[in-house]
């Protein structure tokens, strides 16, 4: 039989609603704790619903012989803190993006890992989507010629789900640019190559009451020449699904009210009503399992996050709603993909042969810290209205 990799969950939150699922119906990954401060009863239901031990600290937690491995999901601030203790004690870790706040905060992490000799994963990023794989697939492969430039923008409703107070705050990672940022970043670099050279972009706060950066548009050069242009905007107007044939992000179909309805329910809404509001939709919360507005049943299609244009010497490729399209010098081609596991589902498995077979994590921690660097040269791009440039930058793996 296969060994089993057992799981312990730091934080339970928002994220780790979505998160168990896919760890509790995996194979070879078993959830034996969860850590969470302050809240006895998301404890008292874990333990009720998986059987495992709980603790209120990452340090009690990391000391379990039960765990070989935690996932890491509390506040963007607290994952270079965590991901240390984790390696401290031999644990091998999944941190969720983005993977810190500063490039110094992920040299430290690398260097507690290298020197712990354990394995980091650095998600969950929508580079993980099969069509995303294809596409780079097709890039390295040189069938449509040399890769000419890159992509990708993205419109939803990120800015009015509800939020605590500091997920609206920049400098504890409170915005778009740190939370959807590593998603198309990391798109971006794994279809280029990885190595981007440099970056000029602008970034938009167009709501004052809620003081955070919710918009941004950016221009990036990879080493080789290769352009790339990346937008997002979070304030619910133009919904992105429009383009992808009513699906979206986790390859559902999307109602076309949810803009409307998202911006809706939080007039009038204190910040205190907001807070709530989150807290609820929390592990154990009345409202778990709400968090996805708009996604409706199992997924029956590929996962869009936004819409991604390739263009190579010999052709274009772009998502479509059971794989990618391609249109060549000789036509129009369909290529279906079969369903796979995706965003966490295949960290997981990523993580797990990484361990087991002893070989590499794809997105490790370097690569991780490149794309926060990226994501860093946004926010001090649209501050200085000027190219940043890198120094960072690691290749995609092979």
Not at 74 to 82: C, G, I, P, Q, S
Not at 240 to 259: C, M, Q, Y
Request: net charge negative.
């Amino acid at each position: 039989m296969a060994p089993v990799l057992r799981f312990g969950i730091v934080g339970l939150g928002v994220a780790s609603t979505q998160i168990l699922p896919h760890m509790a119906k995996h194979p070879y990954a078993k959830v034996t704790a969860a850590c969470d401060v302050n809240r006895p009863h998301a404890l008292e239901k874990f333990r009720r619903e998986f059987g495992g031990e709980t603790f209120e600290s990452i340090e009690d937690l990391c000391r379990s012989k039960n765990v070989d491995a935690v996932y890491i999901c509390t506040a963007n601030h607290l994952h270079k803190e965590h991901a240390i203790i984790a390696a401290e004690h031999k644990k091998h870790i999944i941190v969720e993006k983005p993977m810190a706040l500063s490039i110094e905060d992920c040299e430290a992490m690398n260097q507690a890992v290298e020197k712990n000799g354990i394995k980091l994963l650095c998600g969950h990023t929508h580079s993980f989507d099969p069509p995303i794989q294809k596409m780079r697939e097709i890039v390295r492969s040189g069938e449509l010629g040399k890769l000419r430039q890159i992509l990708t923008f993205y419109y939803n409703e990120f800015m009015y789900r509800p939020r605590m107070p500091q997920e609206l705050n920049s400098s504890q990672g409170g915005n778009v640019v740190f939370n959807q940022g590593p998603h198309q970043v990391d798109i971006v670099r794994l279809i280029g190559g990885g190595r981007v050279r440099s970056l000029r972009a602008m970034t938009g706060i167009w709501d004052e009451q809620r003081r955070a950066e919710g918009a941004w548009a950016a221009y990036l050069e990879f080493e080789d020449g290769t352009p790339a242009l990346m937008g997002y905007s979070g304030y619910g107007h133009f919904d992105t699904a429009e383009l992808h044939f009513g699906i979206g992000e986790g390859g559902r179909p999307r109602d076309p009210e949810t803009n409307l309805k998202a911006r809706k329910n939080l007039q009038g809404v204190s910040q205190q009503e907001e807070a709530a509001l989150k807290e609820s939709m929390r592990y154990a919360g009345t409202r778990e399992g709400e968090w996805l507005r708009g996604a409706k049943g199992d997924r029956p299609h590929q996962s869009f996050f936004g819409f991604t244009l390739v263009s190579c010497e010999k052709g274009d490729i772009r998502q479509s709603p059971n794989g990618l399209t391609i249109y060549g010098d000789s036509g129009k081609e369909e290529i279906p993909l079969p369903p796979a596991r995706t965003g966490r589902e295949a960290e997981i498995d990523e993580l797990y042969r990484a361990v087991v077979e002893d070989r590499p994590v794809f997105h490790d921690g370097r690569w991780g810290e490149a794309t926060l660097e990226v994501v860093l040269a946004i926010m001090e791009s649209a501050r200085q209205r000027k190219e940043i440039f890198m120094s960072h930058q690691v290749p995609g793996p092979d």
